[in-house]
């Protein structure tokens, strides 16, 4: 636990708490109960087979051994674990317009851990860049809540890099049980298909990118100085050359096909959302996309 907290930061989570209550309260707390039903079937007890049963249900051991048919009963376990992976690489310190993408994201876990909370559901926090900064294991409760936005709000991070399987390493050692694992990004990295795959076969997992309408049509302002947030690299463009403007389109064009390619391919539903956009329309639409059966990895659920 973080403690002697500024006055300033303690401001800033009641704001954060009064700004999302209504929004969970009157729009996500029913999508995000039908939606997210639980993470499994608990084994119950076994019974006698009746006509009309599944046959798929039959305990072939114990019908062997008795002599007589039984079946397994399993209860639908509701409450779940939910994590929420949030980015806090240097990338996510850009944005073009009021907000950050970092800030943004602390706005979408708010959301989500506060949903979360009112179905009494636990929620724990994960925050990387290149390494795993920090861990809250997840718990229930509002106090919870409060301390995953002033570690969100206050924490430091020690990196500027990006490295999303580092997150996804970690998640795979701790989390023991299926859990629902929201990894927030801006996903500017490389090498995290084949471990998000390995994560998704155990865990559900869905993946909120977070982007800046400018890194996908930079504006043409002339001769400007720019720096990497990651690695410091400082460099000049010329953002009237139709040639720069040319390969910016093409590199945005293909980096977005290839993390597309990456979540359908590996069975992760995904939810875009713009640091400039109405962070709660994405996620409605998401939870109203999965209480329907519809996946979002096709794009239902992007915006």
Known sequence: MISSLPDEILKKVKLLELSTRK????????EYLTALKGSGMEFAEFREYVAGDDVRSISWTLTARTGKPYIKKFDE??????????????????????YLKGEAITHLVALIAFSAVRNKDEVGLLLFSDEVEHFVPPTKGRGNVHRILRDLLYFKPQSKGTRISSAIDYLKGVMKKKAMIFILS?????????????????????????????????????????????????FVIDSDSTYFQSVFAKKYAERQAQIEKTFR?????????SSRGAYVDPLVEFFRARSAGRSSRGGSAKK
């Open 23 to 30: 929004q969970v309260n009157n729009l996500l707390a029913g």
């Open 186 to 234: 801006d996903f500017m990295d490389e090498g995290f298909e084949h471990p998000i795959k390995s994560l998704g076969r155990k865990h559900d997992v869905v993946a909120v990118w977070v982007q800046d309408p400018v890194e996908k049509s930079f504006p043409s302002v002339g001769l400007i100085d720019l720096e990497d947030a990651e690695t410091g690299e400082s």
């Open 77 to 98: 376990e509701r409450e779940l674990e939910v994590i929420v992976a949030a980015d806090v690489s240097g990338s996510t310190e850009f944005g073009s317009g009021v």
């Open 265 to 273: 391919q590996n069975g992760i539903d995904f939810i875009q959302v």
